[in-house]
């Protein structure tokens, strides 16, 4: 194998890969916070609507959750200005994309920590005088939350790896910054092992940071 | 339970000075304890005494630190002779064939039914042919009551009727030494009385056992010996009538049976 | 709209066929080498186990995309020169092995402890309790998650479309360049892999169902 390790090219543009690895980590926190309005209202709609609802909310999960993360990206990229009078630039494109992404898994998590929440709670709240949307907001929501987070962590780290996709339609995010390094320097095993270096650190001191978060506040199954 | 004559013979379970720790913590610190041929010895004793573990190591599920347990002569878990080497993972298989171990939570195989949990060990170990290992598990079905349920799945009985599968499993091997691990203490106390006749009636069969229990009134009954055990030795040991008897003169036993009744007297 | 779908599928075809074809082999080969990894894993000397539960990790903590542009790109330089297909194949191998390693870890380990006690207590040595105890109860346990595993791998080999494979993903591209229809092409193409993955996940439910006898 003739080829030597030279980092110094790397080191160089760095940069980009820093760069490249916030707007990730913003992409995937805009994602999982719009994702989370959508699935909590989704999941309220679900659990409180009717046949039409739950099949809607229903289909929307389905078709989000088996079809590529690609697709959905070009689908709403490309696709989506040519009916809709929309003219967006290719991050907000990517954000609307992985927060319908993330919507959809989230209706499930959310949904099935509502119907986790013990029937005692809200009992309980009920014999002290509090309204049904009173139970909902303070006591069924809250505890409804440090059910779910374990699973919110873990999507997130997700949301961050799926990130990578926005590559494709030049997000500068940081495997698009990773293969400008690779075109431009052909410096392959290095530019690979540095960024694999990165998302493994930012995943892993993700999950540690939120596992920290949950042992203060989650509920433990 | 009538005294037991202990014949000439040298015994059939012989642990000398057996010490055990699990990292730092020491379990077992020097324990001795015989077992003859058609026994009945139960060990009786607080959480933590190690009464548990000693049970475990005599079918090596637990490895020991030092000392010896030793199946008519045959070292269990070492190889004969002076350096200490582990035994193969195929002898093991052998020496644990001649013990049999009754569970507390039962540990049937679920994906078997009744009759199948006990023929397993009857086709791969004991080699027997399919027809001869069912019409075994079917006999010693009978033997404990169960014999309509050899068919069903462990799902489909309750946790009595599980555990005398339980049993029936370790006793078609066979086995030179039945050891009961706090059979009933995972079983609603309706249904201990059935699980306990069976133990009963094995042992007047002349079934070597050695039992750990809670049943201080199992242990009085149907025990030749008594054992308890107090922080990893044992303290005090004797017939049923010793043990439960006025002179009792360990400190802790009768500590230790006056919590009991205490907390059995409601 | 329906002319251009039909118009269409005659071009998509070969596509779908690639993707298909990609996915069988990836979970093929991938759940051989993950499963046998995987016992690996959980009864094999220390070395091993922290070797193969290092490769997992750090696998499963990339996106699919850095692995496969790792592989693609990397390849060539150790001397080996392969095809793209292959190469896009390979990266999708290297990342099913180690879900399925996962799948493993997960299936085994939720086994209750007593069971192996029980396996050992009535003689039976090491390959018999695995063969006859242990496995039976992991495969149940071990399928429905895997079975979720295979509609990621469907969904994953879309990436190697940007390989240059000429998966159905790629096809899609091709025909949307032509006739610029994209919204009525990519909803199209979204509605195929629907039903591919939809028809996996229904059979990954009933399997469920036949195999909930197990009381956890």
């Known amino acids: 194998m003739g080829y030597h390790l030279n980092f110094t090219l790397i080191w160089r543009n760095f940069d980009k890969l820093w760069s490249g690895l916030i707007l990730s980590l913003e992409l995937a926190l805009l994602s999982i916070v719009i994702g989370c309005v959508i699935g909590l209202a989704l999941a309220a709609l679900y659990v409180s609507g009717g046949r039409v609802v739950r099949a809607l909310i229903a289909a929307y999960v389905e078709v989000v959750r088996n079809v590529p993360l690609l697709l959905l990206v070009y689908l709403v990229f490309y696709g989506l200005p040519t009916v809709v009078n929309i003219a967006y630039g290719n991050t907000t494109s990517f954000v609307v994309t992985l927060s319908a992404y993330a919507g959809a898994y989230l209706v499930e998590v959310f949904r099935s920590g509502l119907e986790a929440v013990p029937r005692g709670l809200s009992d309980a709240g009920k014999s002290i005088g509090l309204t049904p949307w009173q139970r909902l907001i303070h006591v069924r929501l809250p505890t409804m939350l440090r059910i779910v987070l374990p699973a919110l962590s873990n999507t997130f780290v997700s949301l961050f790896k799926d990130t990578s996709v926005a590559s494709v339609i030049a997000v500068p995010e940081l495997t698009y910054g990773a293969q400008w390094i690779n075109f431009n320097t052909f410096r392959i095993m290095e530019v690979y092992l540095v960024v694999t270096g990165m998302y493994l650190v930012t995943g892993y001191a993700i999950l540690i940071g939120l596992r920290m978060l949950e042992r203060r506040y989650a509920i433990g199954r | 339970m009538a005294p037991f004559s202990p014949t000439a013979t040298p015994p059939l379970l012989r642990i000398a000075d057996l010490r055990k720790s699990y990292g730092q913590t020491r379990v077992l610190h020097g324990v001795d304890l015989d077992v003859a041929r058609g026994e009945v010895v139960t060990i009786i004793g607080p959480s933590g005494s190690g009464k548990t573990t000693l049970l475990r190591c005599v079918n090596f599920l637990e490895t020991y630190d030092q000392g010896s347990i030793a199946i008519d002569g045959r070292e269990v878990g070492y190889r004969d002779g002076a350096a200490r080497k582990l035994r193969s993972e195929r002898d093991l298989a052998r020496m644990r064939a001649e013990t049999g171990m009754v569970f507390q939570s039962f540990n049937l195989f679920p994906h078997l039914t009744a009759a199948q949990n006990i023929m397993l060990g009857l086709t791969k170990v004991r080699r027997m042919g399919s027809a001869e290992a069912r019409a075994k598990a079917l006999h010693w079905l009978a033997r404990v009551g169960l014999a309509d349920k050899a068919d069903r799945l462990p799902s489909e009985l309750s946790g009595g009727q599980q555990q005398r599968v339980g049993i029936a499993r370790a006793v078609a091997m066979e086995p030179k030494i039945l050891l009961l691990d706090e059979i009933t203490s995972a079983l609603d106390p309706e249904l201990v009385g059935e699980v306990l006749d069976v133990v009963l009636s094995l042992a007047a069969d002349g079934m070597t056992m050695l039992v750990v229990t809670h049943e201080i009134g199992f242990a009085r009954d149907a025990s030749h010996r008594i054992v308890f055990m107090a922080d990893g030795v044992v303290n005090a040991e004797g017939p049923p009538a010793e043990i439960f008897g006025p002179d009792q003169t360990s400190e802790r036993l009768r500590g230790f049976l006056a919590r009991f009744s205490r907390a059995h007297r409601l | ?216």
């Open chain 3, 1 to 216: 709209m329906l002319a251009q779908i039909t118009y269409a599928i005659p071009f998509l075809i070969p596509g779908l066929l690639v993707t298909l074809e990609v996915s069988v082999i990836t979970v093929v080969i991938a759940t051989a080498i993950g499963v046998l990894l995987g016992v690996g894993l959980i009864y094999g000397p220390a070395p091993l186990r922290w070797v193969i539960r290092g490769f997992s990790d750090i696998i499963r903590g990339i996106p699919i995309l850095v692995l496969l542009f790792f592989v693609y790109y990397g390849l060539p330089l150790t001397g080996l020169n392969l095809q793209p297909f292959a190469a896009a194949v390979l990266g999708l191998i290297v990342f099913k092995v180690a879900q399925v390693i996962e799948n493993v870890r997960g299936a085994i380990g939720s086994i209750p402890k007593g069971q192996m006690d029980a396996a050992k207590s009535i003689g039976l040595p090491f390959p018999e309790r695995l063969a006859y105890v242990i496995a039976p109860q992991a495969l149940r346990r071990f399928l429905p998650p895997w079975l979720n595993g295979v509609t990621d791998a469907v969904k994953g080999s879309a990436l190697i479309s940007l390989l240059g494979v000429g998966d159905l993903m790629f096809d899609i591209q091709k025909v949307v360049g032509r006739t610029y229809s994209p919204l009525t092409l990519y909803c199209f193409g979204a509605f195929l892999y629907f039903l591919i993955n939809y028809a996996l996940s229904l059979g990954s439910r009933a399997l469920e169902r036949r195999f909930s006898y197990i009381r956890d």
